[in-house]
């Protein structure tokens, strides 16, 4: 099923040793480097996805498509039955992460 709930990432961490040890005449550039690294790897990831799934509907496999917004929903309204929160400075970075890759 396509889902498009997760998508695999792995963080990008530097020490304050590592991060003052780079010029600061050149840390806009590290920073927009190690962001175009990051839209190239969600470029291979997706690539990957695609040619994973023509193989296998190739073979035979059918994927079939969800309703994501019902899928929210009932996660939701599970979440609130349940009174479960987070963190606000995890939601924080939640949404920032979600907001990035939209």
Same mark, same amino acid.
């Given at each position: 099923?396509?889902?498009?709930?997760?998508?695999?990432?792995?963080?990008?961490?530097?020490?304050?040793?590592?991060?003052?040890?780079i010029p600061d005449d050149l840390k806009d550039t590290f920073v927009?480097?190690?962001? /175009?690294?990051?839209?190239?790897?969600?470029?291979?990831?997706?690539?990957?996805?695609?040619?994973?799934?023509?193989?296998?509907?190739?073979?035979?496999?059918?994927?079939?498509?969800?309703?994501?917004?019902?899928?929210? /929903?009932?996660?939701?309204?599970?979440?609130?039955?349940?009174?479960?929160?987070?963190?606000?400075?995890?939601?924080?970075?939640?949404?920032?992460?979600?907001?990035?890759?939209?």
């Amino acid at each position: 099923m396509n889902t498009h709930h997760c998508f695999v990432y792995i963080p990008i961490i530097l020490s304050d040793n590592a991060w003052n040890k780079i010029p600061d005449d050149l840390k806009d550039t590290f920073v927009e480097a190690v962001g /175009k690294g990051c839209e190239q790897q969600w470029q291979f990831l997706n690539d990957a996805n695609n040619e994973a799934k023509s193989e296998l509907e190739n073979v035979g496999v059918t994927f079939y498509d969800i309703d994501t917004e019902a899928l929210k /929903k009932a996660y939701t309204d599970y979440q609130t039955s349940q009174n479960v929160t987070f963190d606000s400075e995890w939601q924080k970075a939640v949404d920032a992460a979600k907001a990035a890759v939209k």
